[in-house]
């Protein structure tokens, strides 16, 4: 703990009128600032540096771009592959685990070590891995990296320890899995092939041991050609040469045939008893035309041939489709008898794999499900029911329904709001799903000891809102609605928003929530706000629509002759919807009446609004003189005040929600009046199109000024669309003409002092700007609930300008004892709920009232202000600027909060150049500095957000939420949370096939594979042919990773083991000196026997 007493300014003696740039706001970081009159308070810090740690928690969503699948029939998890090299382990709910490979090469096959708590992976750079998944944090053992070859298909038969690994010039491989050491014996291309063959058979597309006898190996190269080697002997059993090239190959339990799918759309049946020609060719999808021929048909990349004891056999494969079907979605084909099931799919299919009962490929195989891996979305078909419907998805795999927008993380959320929002959204849940239980359930998952609600919002593409309870590091769907549904649909290349937004004109940009009072505001792309209140009753409802024209130009200059004389002193008879300040449609020039429309259109008829969150007020910039209307840069709401704020490039806004009045709209110039920290002249800027730059794309047009300036840095590089959702870009870092525009960066109402000469606080906003100036507007709203709907809200003149480094971010506000100020708010009723005449309900005001304010605030608060630069922790109301820190010199704050951790307050950033840090508040002393995640696209700066409790969050991928923590606390009660992949189940035991099926030649031939690859046999692989790569993985990676009762047994065994080596050490000790006492007892015995009868002079 750290005690910090400070001299500030008596509240008393403070002069009216704050100056900017005064010398006690210009001190150095650290520095103590001096005042007129001695006045001390006491914050005792509580936080330091071992308090934070920065680590990734748990990664939510679809896997971004999937190529590979496998699942362990035995623990019942699955596994799925990535092209950046991620590994998704899923098991039951609770159980989810990301791992990534440092190359970051893509994942082209994985392989289960069925039920031994491990798992292979082979990638693009020919390397294959072992993962070890007996830890809560898996970690790879080992890694083999071949020079020569590329890795095309691998196999692991179960309960072997030999891995069968195929490469791109048709030779195959054997891996030991316990040392990843390559063996001498290989099976070459040229020998499995016969001698005549001129031609290459091309890379290796299978290997399967045979059921019946495992020491057959099947072969499968892409050309068509098809061997069985007989690893004893080493030579082929039989040799198949095929026109159409191979995809994939399935066998029948028995052994004694198999399938093949090939490129021209067919399937091909094979008997071991006569291989030189197929005995069934079927084209499942090829109809045979008029001339006679058949259809040509696409690939059949993969198929899977099941038995079933009590039906036909299943025939699943992918593909196989007619080409004269254009526009025709991906399917999957279930043939079960003489029935043909064909399902679409909404995206391409990656993989798809068949679930089955046993783990042994000689034995029936008893399909129950398949697993189906879309480009963007994971389903799972029921086999054992004969309409074969789908599985509901436990997992959060729709976070990309719609791209991702905009997100918003609530941590220590009032306990009844999620149950609430579940029930709601539980309504609208689809139905039609599989009864039966998600087959893929393996794992362990417990709910930790340190929980509390937390909320995820995400804001989409679509217009839509998702809310996710993100408690316990799970993610589950709460409740979904859709913002679009409060207007009218857009004609395509109908109005003015067919040349704004091209597509999604309903995009969500920002959300400001309450929790308290379950008031809910949407920013949306096409300039408009549309605020929700929540009801659990539906209701009738017509919206209230309130058009601005926020527009900076000298037109729209207000004269006293206007009934205005001044923006900040609004006339109390202004204050009706028809007669808005500026936003009167009938002010400015005539062609400006013509073009005073919004983006879009509202529904001006009575709806019905389901329960949930239903909107009430619709607030919408207006165009003015052809020219679109500047997006929306910044927003905030307080249910206590009942007003709402918002800006953008041209100015500032205030609208009082309850009685549906817009009190304030005027430029960011006429904040200032007279007191303009840049002495500019008030002048009408170019009149650009709305900017679609990306969110680097920054100005460095700026004004020069006498005070030290910094820029944010300035990048030309086109960005994608899927990198950079230009539109809803942070406003901290929107392109804005300096020159001329002075844009509105962040808005936060609460209880402060407008001037110096304030006694007591009153309702105020703060104001910031790009600039880095601070402007605070007292307002003055009447307490009483009915004066509060009829007597207007009166602002008041603009007063504290203080002055920042860079776009002002965020603000924050702490009592003189360091406790965050929490903002005022009305406890939640029900709009719609029926009333009592006799006790009418009345607004519960939390945090608001003069008795209340007086007490928490009488003595004064700490204003915490961060921009894009730098941070200061301001006195009021004597704006004494206590501590000042440069955040960064080189870089720029994306985003910055005043957030709880380890019981105390901090001030969290994330900077531009991916650094995550702390600071310490008040005293912004640096906590932590971690070089954590590179900006390498504009969607991580968009929907990276702190939180309470040391965590945040952003979107790691189009499809994937990635949470952090920066708490040590939750770092080291990580091991907890997380789920074990791993549970000890016994393999279940082979089936007992009966004696006339072993007498007659039906039980399968086991072989010694050791005695056949090991190195007494086949010797050593060559040692150019692959390297092996120790795993960091270890036993000791293992001992520090583990958790959980294993962990702990683990670490007690290992330290009574040491205990008793160090026992046994200090037993050989003590005999070894009980000996070398006897010893010398022996000696000097013998010695005294010897000098006994001597005299003293003989000696």
Same mark, same amino acid.
């Given at each position: 703990?750290?005690?910090?007493?400070?001299?500030?300014?008596?509240?008393?003696t403070?002069s009216?009128?704050?100056?900017?740039?005064?010398?006690?706001c210009?001190?150095?970081?650290?520095?103590p600032?001096?005042?007129p009159?001695?006045?001390?308070?006491?914050?005792?810090?509580?936080?330091?540096?071992?308090?934070?740690?920065?680590?990734k928690?748990?990664?939510?969503?679809?896997?971004?771009?999937p190529?590979?699948?496998?699942?362990?029939?035995v623990?019942?998890?699955?596994?799925i592959g990535?092209?950046?090299?991620?590994?998704?382990?899923?098991?039951?709910?609770?159980?989810?685990?990301?791992?990534?490979?440092e190359?970051?090469?893509?994942?082209?096959?994985?392989?289960?070590?069925?039920?031994?708590?491990?798992l292979?992976t082979?990638?693009?750079?020919?390397?294959?891995?072992?993962?070890?998944?007996?830890?809560?944090?898996?970690?790879?053992?080992?890694?083999l990296?071949?020079n020569?070859?590329?890795?095309?298909?691998?196999h692991?038969?179960?309960?072997?320890?030999?891995?069968?690994?195929?490469?791109?010039?048709?030779?195959?491989?054997?891996?030991?899995?316990?040392?990843?050491?390559?063996?001498?014996?290989?099976?070459?291309w040229?020998?499995?092939i016969?001698?005549?063959?001129?031609?290459?058979?091309?890379?290796?597309?299978h290997?399967?041991?045979?059921p019946?006898?495992?020491?057959k190996?099947?072969?499968?190269?892409?050309?068509?050609?098809?061997?069985?080697?007989?690893?004893?002997?080493?030579?082929?059993?039989?040799r198949?040469?095929?026109d159409?090239?191979?995809?994939s190959?399935?066998w029948?339990?028995?052994?004694?045939?198999?399938?093949?799918?090939h490129?021209?759309?067919?399937?091909?049946?094979?008997?071991l008893r006569?291989?030189?020609?197929p005995f069934?060719?079927?084209?499942?999808?090829?109809?045979?035309?008029?001339d006679?021929?058949?259809?040509?048909?696409?690939?059949?990349l993969?198929?899977?041939?099941?038995?079933?004891r009590?039906?036909?056999?299943?025939?699943?494969?992918?593909?196989?489709?007619?080409?004269?079907?254009?526009?025709?979605r991906?399917?999957?084909?279930?043939?079960?008898?003489k029935?043909?099931?064909?399902?679409?799919m909404?995206?391409?299919?990656?993989?798809?794999m068949?679930?089955?009962?046993?783990?042994?490929?000689n034995?029936?195989?008893?399909?129950?499900?398949?697993?189906?891996?879309?480009?963007?979305?994971?389903?799972?078909?029921?086999?054992?029911q004969?309409?074969?419907?789908?599985?509901?998805?436990?997992?959060p795999?729709?976070?990309?329904?719609?791209?991702?927008?905009?997100?918003?993380y609530?941590?220590?959320?009032?306990?009844d709001i999620?149950?609430?929002?579940?029930?709601?959204?539980?309504k609208?849940?689809?139905?039609?799903?599989?009864?039966?239980?998600?087959?893929?359930s393996?794992?362990t998952?417990?709910?930790g000891?340190?929980?509390?609600?937390?909320?995820?919002?995400?804001?989409?593409?679509?217009?839509?809102?998702?809310?996710?309870?993100?408690?316990?590091?799970?993610?589950?769907?709460?409740y979904?609605?859709k913002?679009?549904?409060?207007?009218?649909?857009?004609?395509?290349?109908e109005?003015r928003a067919?040349?704004?937004?091209?597509?999604?004109?309903?995009a969500?940009?920002?959300?400001?929530?309450?929790?308290?009072?379950?008031?809910?505001?949407?920013?949306?792309i096409s300039?408009?706000?549309?605020?929700y209140?929540?009801?659990?009753?539906?209701?009738?409802t017509?919206i209230v629509?309130?058009?601005?024209?926020?527009?900076?130009?000298?037109?729209d200059?207000?004269?006293?002759s206007?009934?205005?004389?001044?923006?900040?002193?609004?006339?109390?008879?202004?204050?009706?919807?028809?007669?808005?300040?500026?936003?009167?449609?009938?002010?400015?020039?005539?062609?400006?009446?013509?073009?005073?429309?919004?983006c879009?259109?509202?529904?001006?008829?009575?709806?019905?609004?389901?329960?949930?969150?239903?909107?009430?007020?619709?607030?919408?910039?207006?165009w003015v003189?052809?020219?679109?209307?500047?997006?929306?840069?910044?927003?905030?709401?307080n249910?206590?005040y009942?007003?709402?704020?918002f800006?953008?490039?041209?100015?500032?806004?205030?609208v009082?929600?309850?009685?549906k009045? &817009?009190?304030l +709209?005027m430029?960011t =110039?006429? !904040?200032? @009046?007279?007191s303009?920290?840049?002495?500019? #002249?008030?002048?009408s800027?170019?009149?650009?199109?709305?900017?679609t730059?990306?969110?680097?794309?920054?100005?460095?047009?700026?004004?020069s000024?006498?005070?030290?300036?910094s820029?944010?840095p300035?990048?030309?590089?086109?960005?994608?669309?899927e990198?950079s959702?230009?539109?809803?870009?942070?406003?901290?870092?929107?392109?804005?003409?300096r020159?001329?525009?002075?844009?509105?960066?962040?808005?936060?109402?609460?209880?402060?002092?407008?001037?110096k000469?304030?006694?007591?606080?009153?309702?105020?906003?703060?104001?910031?700007?790009?600039?880095?100036?601070?402007?605070?507007?007292?307002?003055?709203?009447?307490?009483?609930?009915?004066?509060?709907?009829?007597?207007?809200?009166t &602002?008041?003149? +603009?007063?504290?300008? =203080?002055? !920042?480094? @860079?776009?002002?971010?965020?603000?924050?506000? #702490?009592?003189?004892?360091?406790a965050v100020i929490?903002s005022?708010?009305?406890?939640?009723?029900?709009p719609?709920?029926?009333?009592?005449?006799?006790?009418?309900?009345?607004?519960?005001?939390v945090?608001?009232?003069?008795?209340?304010?007086?007490?928490?605030?009488?003595?004064?608060?700490?204003?915490?202000?961060?921009?894009?630069?730098q941070?200061?922790?301001?006195?009021?109301?004597?704006?004494?600027?206590?501590?000042?820190h440069?955040i960064?010199?080189?870089?720029f704050?994306?985003?910055?909060?005043?957030?709880?951790?380890?019981?105390s307050?901090?001030?969290?950033?994330?900077?531009?150049?991916?650094?995550v840090?702390?600071?310490?508040?008040?005293?912004?002393?640096?906590?932590?500095?971690?070089?954590?995640?590179p =900006?390498?696209?504009?969607?991580?700066?968009?929907t990276?957000?702190?939180?309470?409790?040391?965590?945040?969050?952003y979107?790691s991928?189009?499809?994937?939420?990635?949470?952090?923590?920066?708490?040590?606390?939750?770092?080291d009660?990580?091991?907890?949370?997380?789920?074990?992949?791993?549970?000890p189940?016994?393999?279940?035991?082979?089936?007992?096939?009966?004696?006339?099926?072993g007498?007659?030649?039906?039980?399968?031939?086991t072989v010694?594979r050791?005695?056949?690859?090991g190195?007494?046999s086949?010797?050593k692989?060559?040692?150019?042919?692959a390297?092996?790569?120790p795993?960091?993985?270890?036993?000791?990676?293992?001992?520090?990773?583990?958790?959980?009762?294993?962990g702990?047994?683990a670490?007690?065994?290992?330290?009574?083991?040491e205990?008793?080596?160090?026992?046994?050490?200090?037993?050989d000790?003590?005999?070894?000196?009980?000996?070398?006492a006897?010893?010398?007892?022996?000696?000097?015995?013998?010695l005294?026997?010897?000098?006994?009868?001597?005299k003293?002079?003989?000696?």
């Open positions: 703990m750290k005690k910090f007493r400070k001299v500030l300014d008596g509240l008393t403070s009216p009128g704050g100056t900017i740039g005064s010398p006690s210009g001190s150095a970081a650290g520095t600032t001096s005042a009159t001695p006045k001390e308070i006491d914050v005792q810090e509580t936080l330091v540096s071992e308090n934070f740690q920065l680590c928690t748990v990664r939510h969503g679809f896997p971004y771009q190529t590979a699948l496998a699942f362990d029939p623990q019942k998890i699955l596994a990535s092209r950046t090299g991620g590994v998704r382990i899923l098991g039951r709910p609770g159980v989810d685990c990301y791992c990534q490979h190359s970051g090469a893509a994942v082209l096959q994985l392989q289960f070590l069925i039920n031994e708590g491990a292979v082979a990638c693009a750079d020919d390397t294959l891995h072992l993962w070890n998944l007996r830890q809560r944090r898996p970690a790879i053992l080992h890694s990296k071949f020569r070859e590329r890795v095309t298909f691998c692991l038969p179960f309960q072997s320890k030999w891995l069968y690994v195929g490469t791109e010039r048709g030779n195959t491989h054997m891996v030991n899995i316990e040392s990843f050491i390559l063996s001498g014996y290989v099976i070459m040229n020998k499995a016969e001698l005549a063959t001129k031609t290459h058979p091309g890379p290796v597309v290997l399967s041991d045979s019946k006898d495992e020491g190996l099947l072969i499968g190269f892409e050309s068509g050609t098809v061997v069985q080697w007989d690893l004893r002997c080493k030579k082929a059993d039989f198949i040469y095929y159409e090239a191979i995809h190959v399935s029948h339990h028995e052994g004694k045939q198999f399938m093949c799918s490129s021209d759309g067919s399937l091909t049946m094979w008997n006569n291989t030189t020609k069934q060719v079927t084209y499942p999808h090829g109809k045979i035309q008029r006679g021929r058949k259809e040509s048909c696409k690939p059949i993969k198929v899977e041939y099941k038995t079933s009590s039906s036909e056999p299943f025939i699943v494969f992918s593909g196989g489709l007619s080409y004269d079907k254009a526009g025709r991906p399917t999957l084909t279930i043939m079960h008898g029935a043909i099931t064909v399902l679409e909404d995206y391409p299919i990656v993989e798809f068949v679930l089955c009962e046993t783990p042994y490929n034995e029936v195989q008893e399909p129950s499900a398949v697993v189906v891996l879309l480009e963007k979305d994971l389903i799972v078909v029921d086999l054992t004969s309409n074969f419907p789908v599985f509901e998805n436990p997992y795999m729709d976070v990309h329904e719609s791209p991702v927008t905009c997100t918003a609530f941590a220590d959320c009032p306990p999620i149950p609430i929002l579940y029930s709601i959204g539980a609208h849940k689809k139905t039609g799903y599989s009864q039966k239980e998600w087959p893929i393996g794992g998952w417990t709910l000891s340190q929980t509390y609600p937390e909320v995820i919002i995400t804001g989409h593409a679509d217009g839509s809102i998702k809310f996710w309870d993100a408690s316990a590091i799970t993610l589950q769907m709460l979904k609605f913002t679009s549904k409060v207007f009218e649909k857009p004609k395509p290349g109005g067919a040349d704004l937004v091209e597509e999604d004109p309903f969500v940009q920002m959300v400001s929530w309450c929790p308290q009072s379950r008031i809910f505001c949407v920013v949306g300039a408009h706000i549309i605020l209140r929540f009801s659990k009753y539906d209701a009738n017509q629509c309130l058009d601005i024209r926020l527009q900076c130009e000298s037109d200059v207000i004269t006293p206007e009934n205005e004389n001044n923006p900040c002193f609004p006339e109390p008879g202004s204050h009706s919807p028809q007669a808005p300040h500026p936003a009167s449609p009938s002010s400015g020039t005539p062609e400006g009446v013509k073009d005073s429309i919004p879009l259109k509202v529904k001006d008829r009575v709806v019905r609004v389901p329960p949930g969150y239903q909107a009430e007020l619709v607030i919408q910039l207006l003189d052809g020219e679109p209307p500047q997006q929306i840069s910044t927003l905030d709401i249910s206590a009942g007003l709402l704020a800006g953008n490039c041209n100015g500032l806004a205030i009082d929600y309850l009685q009045t &817009i009190l +709209c430029s =110039l006429d !904040l200032y @009046g007279a303009d920290p840049y002495q500019r #002249l008030t002048r800027p170019r009149r650009n199109r709305q900017s730059s990306g969110l680097t794309e920054l100005s460095d047009n700026q004004q000024i006498d005070m030290e300036r820029k944010s300035t990048s030309a590089a086109a960005e994608s669309r990198n959702f230009s539109r809803s870009r942070s406003s901290s870092v929107s392109s804005i003409d020159d001329t525009k002075e844009a509105i960066t962040t808005l936060q109402f609460g209880e402060s002092y407008g001037r000469s304030d006694a007591l606080p009153t309702p105020c906003l703060w104001v910031g700007t790009s600039l880095g100036v601070v402007v605070l507007i007292p307002m003055s709203i009447p307490t009483d609930q009915e004066e509060r709907m009829e007597e207007a809200v &602002i008041g003149p +603009c007063g504290t300008v =203080l002055m !920042l480094k @860079g776009s002002v971010l965020r603000f924050g506000f #702490l009592d003189c004892m360091g929490q005022p708010y009305e406890a939640w009723r029900d719609n709920a029926s009333e009592d005449p006799d006790r009418p309900r009345r607004r519960k005001l945090n608001f009232s003069p008795s209340s304010s007086q007490d928490t605030c009488g003595d004064g608060h700490l204003a915490v202000v961060c921009s894009e630069k941070a200061k922790v301001i006195l009021m109301p004597s704006q004494s600027c206590l501590f000042v440069n960064t010199e080189s870089s704050v994306l985003r910055a909060d005043v957030v709880s951790a380890c019981n307050v901090c001030l969290a950033c994330f900077c531009a150049n991916g650094h840090m702390t600071l310490s508040l008040p005293s912004l002393r640096p906590l932590m500095d971690v070089n954590y995640l =900006l390498t696209d504009m969607r991580i700066a968009r990276f957000c702190f939180t309470n409790g040391g965590q945040a969050l979107l991928s189009p499809t994937e939420i990635q949470r952090i923590t920066y708490s040590q606390e939750m770092c009660n990580l091991q907890e949370m997380l789920g074990e992949l791993f549970t189940i016994e393999t279940p035991e082979a089936q007992n096939r009966g004696f006339l099926k007498f007659f030649g039906g039980n399968a031939n010694d050791e005695e056949l690859f190195e007494a086949a010797g692989a060559s040692r150019s042919l390297q092996h790569i795993g960091q993985g270890g036993m000791e990676g293992m001992k520090v990773a583990a958790g959980g009762v294993v702990d047994l670490r007690a065994r290992i330290a009574l083991d205990r008793g080596q160090r026992l046994g050490e200090l037993e000790r003590t005999a070894l000196m009980m000996t070398s006897e010893s010398f007892s022996k000696h000097a015995h013998e005294m026997l010897k000098c006994k009868d001597k003293w002079y003989q000696l």
